[in-house]
């Protein structure tokens, strides 16, 4: 079993849609959790972090459930330029590990 | 910002070559990490090390070493190119632990031929 789960996607929504991707990982003593953004053939970006509270920036939700070890993104309002790879990943101490990774694709 | 350079965006090498990857970071990081992502496989830690001279093992270090002789600097090193070598290469630095700060090179997008 992969230590850090992803929806294989694609994802292909049209603009204005809401996207949720989910993960899951193994590793209960994981400690951190982010959210990157991959852009073709680019460098991982750090999105947002996620906290057990869940958190939010702007059109962007992120939720924590340590009991069911799952994480999840929600996109409101989708746009073209939210087309990327985006990445879930568990940090324990310095251990990071990610996610394959989920394509989405925003089309107009 | 916090840069991570990455000395070479692409890159083709003939089996067998030696090749070396270089990685600086401008931020005083004492974290540096490396690398490999393949499709479907996401990323997979390479080695890493926390400060000057050390280096960990990471999950698949076979095939490669490193070198930091300075705190800006980590180099990986394909001791004998193979063509499932070929890959995209990515360099990351942080500080602290947990996960906080980590910023990634742009790539080197190595190909073994």
């Known amino acids: 079993r992969k230590e850090v789960e992803q929806d294989p996607g694609p994802f292909n929504v049209p603009e204005g849609a809401t996207v949720a991707f989910n993960c899951t990982y193994s590793n209960s003593a994981s400690q951190s959790f982010f959210w990157y953004r991959q852009d073709c053939r680019k460098e991982p970006k750090l999105l947002m972090s996620v906290y057990s509270s869940g958190n939010e920036d702007g059109r962007f939700t992120a939720q924590l459930n340590r009991a069911s070890q799952y994480i999840s993104l929600l996109i409101r309002d989708s746009k073209l330029s939210d087309s990327a790879t985006y990445l879930c990943?568990?940090?324990?101490?310095?251990?990071?590990?990610f996610g394959a990774g989920t394509r989405l694709t925003v089309k107009p | 910002d916090v840069k991570v350079t990455q000395s070479s965006r692409y890159l083709v090498k003939r089996t067998g070559e030696k090749v070396f990857l270089e990685c600086v970071q401008d931020?005083?990081?004492?974290?540096m990490f490396w690398y490999r992502q393949d499709p479907g496989l996401g990323l997979r830690l390479i080695y890493f090390s926390y400060d000057v001279k050390m280096k960990e093992k990471g999950d698949i270090p076979e095939g490669y070493s490193v070198s930091r002789e300075k705190k800006e600097r980590f180099s990986l090193i394909l001791e004998s190119a193979s063509t499932n070598q070929t890959s995209m290469y990515l360099c990351?630095?942080?500080f602290g632990h947990g996960g906080y700060g980590y910023t990634f090179g742009s790539g080197t997008r190595l190909t073994v031929v």
């Open positions: 990351a630095s942080s």
């Open positions: 931020m005083d990081h004492e974290n």
């Open positions: 990943v568990v940090a324990n101490y310095n251990d990071m590990r």
